[in-house]
């Protein structure tokens, strides 16, 4: 259990320290000032000292330099209302490992804690943010911004797919009709709100209005996009003559999605960003090839995503033992080259798994199969009972 | 400090100062700056009258036209007149352009030893002003665009110094050297806080603007998270990220760091992103 001594003066904010490190499973030891400070590590070895600056006797600076002095390099926060460069840069100087202005909130004291203490998180139940510690009177009340410092964010930031900022509220709530409802959305109507929920989430696309009143969108997407660095950000634009899409590239974007928006481009958007097709049904160990409905260009990934999927399920049907499985054409498109490829590797994958592949289809399909050698042999059906029979 | 220093910089200060309140530093921008800010006081300006103002200037009109067309506000039509590209930007976004046509004004000089140490300090100028930007932005400070001025403007009295010295020194020296390099460089860092902040008053800067101007060395505990403290955070974070105008020692920095950080609640590890993606945003000596 890793031991902690805080050296404070003031006796309200040793019982605070004490209070918050023993909640989080740490040993806690006080002393009043420097010179007793040094005289408990004559005693004791701690992983940990919190030092205020100002106290009677010996104060916190004196006693960090006798502790270097000596030899003793034990990690040191500064607890301090003491503020000024100088005193700070010559503590800095001495090796302290972090520094904290009073009055705090117990998520920084947590988080730079922890770091000092090299601990990546605690199982222990640390308090949720209660507001400042008014640990000083004198500044006690002075407004500490939202966010803990010293990086302790306390556990994992919920998970979004599309945070929308657009002024014009209408607009999230057009998107929202036109996205399945498995595709997770936020919307803000600021810059302000969007770097707030920024920090509290993780997005996967950001859509950026390209006009927000007194707001420079090109610097707030580069804003936000410190703050999600994985996110894809598009802008909103409205459609015009003029290379829009070129000119937002350059800024930065990925992409562009115009407004109002068209039921095609928002497809077209999600099959950019989102694998929202369900290409693939199963059912048992019947695997149905649902119809393809996107443009032209994008036939190839819905094929390579058949075979993803096909893999997949392929693997989950061998693991509950199936020895058979049904692989039903019926709807996939006549992509004479593409079907036999992906059936080639699918025949090999069905194999290596002791699964027979049984295919079921129209004619149409039947007879680009069996034309090619390679998948001539593959057992082919006219409908799936005929297949199960088969088995 | 020097006694030599010392008495050299009180003397340039009240050149300066004298100057600057008569309008009388002699760039032409920061006049016309310094006007459209003024029309841009009123909140029932005309804006007839500012594009007037702007017009007296060809690279500030070019440049006004330019980002009304940028990609961050073009809504489908290209602007090519002043009117409509003043009403498109906004007043908000109008100053902050306004202050930052002029004060790159401020940085050149046609003597190439100064053009070039004038280069380091816009730099570092512009790196404080993003991250300033920047951390307003992730503190929730509600004013980000100030922040951005303030960071701008926090060096801009290094130059206008610098260029008096010159002058001076041009004037005064017969093919003997009248300031040796120490001497000068102490007597910018005496007195370019003074011309900064009478420059920025002329201008009719925020008073929060101002006082992140006049002190850049110590934070301010009674405010928190005020414009002055987000500067003071911003200029140590570009300072260690070599987006420094002199050697810096660093663990002065450090404390300006560590201080800053638990004083703004800021985020320490997304504060080093920050830094980190600075010169990726913004390369130094593209400007």
Known sequence: MPRILTIDDSNTIRTIISKQMTELGFEVDQAEDGEQGLAKLEEISVDLILLDVTMPVMDGPTMLAKLRERGDKTPVIMLTSESKRSIVAGAVKLGIDDYILKPFKPDELKGKVMKALKIDSVGGAAPSSAGPIAANASVGGAGVPAGGGGGGNGGARQFVDILVIDDMENVQKKLRTLLPQHVTLNGCVSAREALQMCQERVYRVLLIDLVIPDVNSVALMKQLRVLQPHAVMVALALRSANDITGECKTQGFTDVLFKPFETSAVDEFLSSHFDVEDVLTVDGNLLECNAFTGKEEKVERYFSRIKTLAHDSFDKLASACYEDAILDLSKIPPHNERLVRLLIDLEKESKRLGIVMRLVGPPAIKKMVTCVADTANLPFFEDRETARGAA | ?287
Not at chain 2, 232 to 255: F, S, W
Request: proline residues 3%.
């Open chain 2, 1 to 287: 400090m020097s006694a030599a220093g010392e008495k050299l910089a009180a003397e340039l200060e009240k050149i300066l100062l004298k100057r600057v309140t008569a309008g009388k530093l002699g760039l032409p921008s920061m006049a016309t700056a310094g006007r459209c800010l003024e029309i841009l006081r009123d909140p029932d300006y005309k804006s007839s009258k500012l594009v007037e103002a702007i017009e007296s200037e060809p690279m500030l009109a070019l440049r006004i036209i330019a980002e009304a067309n940028s990609a961050a506000l073009n809504s489908g039509v290209r602007i090519a007149t002043l009117e409509p590209a003043v009403a498109r930007i906004g007043a908000q976004r109008l100053k902050t352009i306004f202050v930052e046509h002029a004060a790159e004004e401020v940085f050149r000089s046609s003597d190439r030893k100064l053009a070039d140490a004038n280069r380091k300090v816009w730099e570092h100028s512009i790196a404080v002003a993003i991250l300033a930007r920047d951390i307003a932005a992730v503190i929730n400070n509600p004013e980000p665009d100030a922040c951005y001025v303030a960071g701008l403007l926090h060096d801009i009295g290094k130059p206008v110094v610098g260029a008096t010295l010159l002058a001076i020194d041009q004037k005064t020296r017969q093919g003997q050297k009248w300031l040796d390099l120490p001497l000068w460089l102490e007597v910018i860092d005496l007195s370019h806080r003074k011309v900064a902040v009478a420059i920025a008053t002329e201008w009719r800067m925020p008073a929060d603007v101002i006082s992140a101007i006049r002190d850049c060395s110590d934070y301010d505990s009674t405010n928190r998270a005020s414009i002055a403290n987000v500067v003071r955070l911003a200029n140590a974070v570009a300072k260690r990220e070599g987006y420094a105008t002199h050697t810096v020692d660093v663990d002065d920095v450090e404390a300006m760091i560590m201080v800053g950080t638990s004083m703004l609640g800021a985020d320490n590890s997304l504060l080093t992103k920050l830094g980190t993606t600075l010169r990726q945003r913004f390369p130094a000596g593209a400007h």
